[in-house]
């Protein structure tokens, strides 16, 4: 079984800056890829960024600039670092790994709210 669990959401002021973590555990033999991704009130989940096991970014054209994702695969873990936050990036995050026979993972999400 795998798990990945989230950390580092809560509350912020517009400009302000937060830095998110997954870590993923259990019966990983091959990490392809992960990221992040969010879904406010009323919207559907999108992503904002991800990162392969080459080394590859892509980011949301929304966030590019402003948010950072990097990895340690020692630690079989991802951060977000989130940069310049507004009022429009408020929305609950998930994390999302494609493991081992690429199958997806998500996280149990945690809130990000930005407002002053």
């Known amino acids: 079984q795998v798990q990945l669990v989230e950390s580092g959401g809560g509350l912020v002021r517009p400009g302000g800056s937060l830095r998110l973590s997954c870590a993923a555990s259990g019966s990983i033999f091959r990490i392809n890829a992960m990221g992040w991704y969010r879904q406010a009130p009323g919207k559907q989940r999108e992503l904002v960024a991800t990162?392969?096991?080459?080394?590859?970014?892509n980011y949301a054209d929304s966030v590019k600039g402003r948010f950072t994702i990097s990895r340690d695969n020692a630690k079989n873990t991802v951060y977000l670092q989130m940069s310049s936050l507004q009022p429009e990036d408020t929305a609950v995050y998930y994390c999302n790994a494609n493991l081992n026979a690429w199958r997806e993972y998500w996280g149990q999400g945690t809130q990000v709210t930005v407002s002053s």
């Open positions: 990162i392969t096991s080459g080394g590859s970014l």
